[in-house]
Every structure is written in structure tokens, then in C-alpha cells.
């Protein structure tokens, strides 16, 4: 009858989860959370930034590129210290918000921009740029932790309501606010292997299908992905006026010796969505 049971009867129990956040605690990462503030701040969200003197707007095909972000370096690091980051200046974050691509094609590149911009005087940005709403933003620390499709989470033989745990803890750093980050582990939409299609994409190899994937150059390759780092998450954002497909996230992506040296035209997007 025992047996018969086993085979037959109500599956068993899940044994009651174990203390799930103590055993992802060494595999977090610390990130910053971009959010929104009614202050005065130097960084923030939207509008239309001055731009240095000699520092053309960037654009695809004639077209001016959507800024996204000005973010101040040096309250970056008063919140975390970024090491692979510049201690000074703002970065800035343009993207193609109409056509909004993927980034899964080499072809992409040129369809957003990264650029630094030192704390000198400014210049007015160019009269056809179509804003989006500014919105002042301030930096909270906190801790990320990879999703579950990442092999160290894997190896620690979750349950489904013990997986179930991570990622309400995951999502709860953020309360309600959207999921603008800088730093950390993403927070993916689609699935996890960002790294390995920036790598990959950024090579020339095309990520829409398979065939970049299983290319005989994508075996070469593959080390490369763990040089990659998570430069700014964008959340789609309704105060922002921002929908990235179906309430998808954009990220951006940089290799940890590019962000070092300041090239940061180096920069590659993906965009993921339900």
C-alpha cells in the first residue's frame, strides 16, 4: 500500500521553507535604486539636459535620441561606491523611444548612447528634441539577488515556495516604485543571460534566433559575458511617460574595463517585455 500510495495518491508536501533570504545572502550584490524625489537634486529623469560645450546630441538616422537620465556621479558614490565607475561627473542616457529596439542585433547599436559630461558649463539642447517628462531623483542602496534561472541560485535546490520567497524579497526592495536601478543583478523580464547576449551582439553575432547562440565564434566568446555589468536600469514608467513594449524594462549594459576607462559609446541596450 505504501508504494501504491506513492504512485497514486496526493503528492507529498513541500517540506516547510528554510530561512531562503540566509541562504541567498552570500550571492546578493549591492545596487542602487533610482527614485523618483520632489527635491532639487542633480540627477533625474527625463527632460532635456543642457549638454557640454562641443558635445553634439546624439541621433540615429537624423533623428535626435530620447534622453532618459542624467545621473550625478558623485552622489552615486556618496550612496554606493561604484568601483568600476568614474567618482565625478554625470553620466548621461539617450535611447530610441519610438522605434525602441531590442538590442539583439548588431544592427541596433547607434539606437542609444551613454556619455559622460563633466560638472563645467553647459550648452542649451538642441530645439527638436521631444522631451519626456523630468522628474528629480534621489539613490537608495540595496541589496539585489540573481533570479532563479542563474546557476548558483539553482544550486541551492530551492523549492517552488522557497523561490517563491527570493523573488517577493527581490521585488520588495523596491516597494512601489518602479525598477530604476544602477549596479547589482538585473531584474529580468524574459530571462537571464543578458550578459552572454550583450557579449555576444556587441561581436557582431545576431541574438534574435538561436544561430548567434550556437555559432562556432559564440564558443569564444562566452568567457566574456562575466566582464559585463548592469550600468542603468529603466523601468517603464507612467510619471516618466515611458512604456518599454508591454510594460517592459531597458537596460543597459557595459563592460567592467569600458566603464573603467570612460568608454562609455561602448555601452549596449537590451530591452525585455511580458
Do not use: N
Not at 533570504?21 to 542633480?42: D, E, I, M, N, W
Not at 556621479?73 to 550612496?79: N, P, R
Not at 520588495?172 to 543578458?194: I, L, R, S, T
Amino acid at each position: 500500500m505504501g508504494i501504491l500510495k506513492r504512485l497514486f495518491g496526493p503528492p507529498e508536501p513541500e517540506p516547510p521553507p528554510r530561512g531562503v533570504l540566509a541562504l541567498a545572502a552570500p550571492l546578493a550584490r549591492p545596487a542602487v535604486h533610482v527614485v523618483k524625489s520632489t527635491g532639487q537634486t542633480p540627477s533625474y529623469l527625463g527632460g532635456t539636459p543642457p549638454l557640454p560645450g562641443g558635445m553634439a546630441w546624439p541621433s540615429r538616422d537624423g533623428t535626435p535620441l530620447t534622453f532618459l537620465a542624467c545621473l550625478d556621479l558623485a552622489s552615486l558614490h556618496a550612496t554606493l561606491p561604484v568601483p568600476w565607475l568614474p567618482a565625478t561627473g554625470r553620466l548621461l542616457f539617450f535611447y530610441d523611444a519610438e522605434k525602441q529596439p531590442w538590442g539583439f542585433d548588431p544592427k541596433d547599436r547607434g539606437s542609444w548612447a551613454v556619455m559622460r559630461a563633466g560638472d563645467g558649463p553647459d550648452v542649451a539642447s538642441p530645439a527638436a528634441v521631444t522631451a519626456l517628462a523630468r522628474h528629480a531623483v534621489t539613490f537608495t542602496k540595496i541589496d539585489s539577488y540573481p533570479s532563479w534561472e542563474r546557476p548558483e541560485v539553482t544550486a541551492l535546490g530551492l523549492t517552488d515556495a522557497e523561490a517563491e520567497i527570493l523573488i517577493d524579497a527581490s521585488d520588495a526592495v523596491f516597494g512601489k516604485a518602479p525598477h530604476h536601478q544602477v549596479g547589482g543583478f538585473p531584474d529580468p523580464v524574459q530571462g537571464d543571460e543578458m550578459e552572454l547576449e550583450c557579449q555576444l551582439v556587441s561581436h557582431g553575432l545576431y541574438c534574435g534566433d538561436s544561430s548567434g547562440y550556437l555559432s562556432r565564434q559564440a564558443a569564444t566568446l562566452r568567457d566574456g559575458a562575466a566582464d559585463w555589468r548592469l550600468l542603468l536600469q529603466v523601468d517603464s514608467d507612467d510619471d516618466l511617460g515611458v512604456m518599454w513594449g508591454d510594460g517592459g524594462i531597458l537596460y543597459f549594459w557595459i563592460r567592467e574595463e569600458d566603464a573603467r576607462a570612460g568608454r562609455f559609446d561602448q555601452a549596449w541596450v537590451v530591452l525585455q517585455c511580458h
